[in-house]
């Protein structure tokens, strides 16, 4: 247990609203990244954080913005939500304990915008 | 760029059946491989990896082997039970500085009794 938890677990909004989503880590790890699961793709990298105040886009990041002000938070925030972007989000940490660059992953949140 | 390539689903078998999910994969560099497992209503679990040519990772009764020249990662295991019923994924670290993972698109497996 990597100790990743994320909030809400569902939301349901509306278009053209906007939504933050959480994920707060335990373990003081330094890299944390935002995913997207969709059907036939897998998941898909939308930001990433390698340290406090220091994120960079993934590749599917348009969108969505991300922010980082403490270590154990990484949050995720969608300024107006579309239909597109319903979809489960996961949240991930990287080991630094091994060589494989292993990367463990909150519980998902699952986001259907309307 | 890196991506992956995983054996579409969904895979249904008997219990105690030989079950194979091919994933190749295309990169530069040497990445780490992995497979993850997602059972319903669940995050991703790792369930084995592999960080160089020839090393097999191996997890529950599955194995991996890493082959670089065939640039593939199959997963195996030998007799499935009703219990490995879930989505497996195939997944590379790429070897940029994000080190993010590029997934396979899961393969879907149910076990039958």
């Known amino acids: 247990d990597a100790g990743i938890t994320q909030s809400p677990r569902h939301k349901v909004t509306e278009t053209g609203t906007p939504v933050t989503l959480r994920c707060h880590q335990t373990e003081n790890h330094r890299y944390m990244y935002w995913y997207r699961q969709d059907p036939g793709h897998g998941l898909r990298l939308i930001h990433y954080?390698?340290?406090?105040?220091?994120?960079d886009k993934g590749e599917v990041s348009d969108g969505y913005s991300v922010s980082r002000s403490k270590t154990e938070d990484f949050l995720l925030t969608l300024e107006s939500a579309t239909s597109s972007q319903t979809s489960v989000y996961f949240c991930?940490?990287?080991?630094?304990?091994?060589?494989?660059?292993?990367?463990?992953f909150g519980p998902g949140t699952r986001l259907t915008v309307l | 760029g890196d991506s992956v390539t995983q054996m579409e689903g969904p895979v249904t078998l008997s219990e105690e059946a030989f079950l194979t999910i091919n994933c190749t994969y295309t990169?530069?560099?040497?990445?780490?491989l992995f497979w993850y497992v997602q059972y319903p209503g669940e995050g991703l679990q790792l369930l084995l990896k592999a960080t160089k040519a020839d090393d097999k990772g191996s997890n529950k009764g599955f194995e991996a082997t890493y082959r670089k020249e065939t640039t593939s990662f199959h997963l195996e295991k030998g007799s499935v039970q009703v219990s490995d019923s879930a989505v497996y994924f195939c997944?590379?670290?790429?070897?940029?500085?994000?080190?993010?993972?590029?997934f396979g698109t899961g393969t879907r497996l149910t076990v039958i009794p």
């Open positions: 991930a940490i990287r080991s630094a304990a091994g060589a494989a660059n292993e990367q463990f």
């Open positions: 954080s390698y340290g406090v105040k220091d994120t």
């Open positions: 990169a530069t560099g040497y990445p780490s």
């Open positions: 997944a590379l670290s790429s070897q940029t500085g994000a080190n993010n993972l590029f």
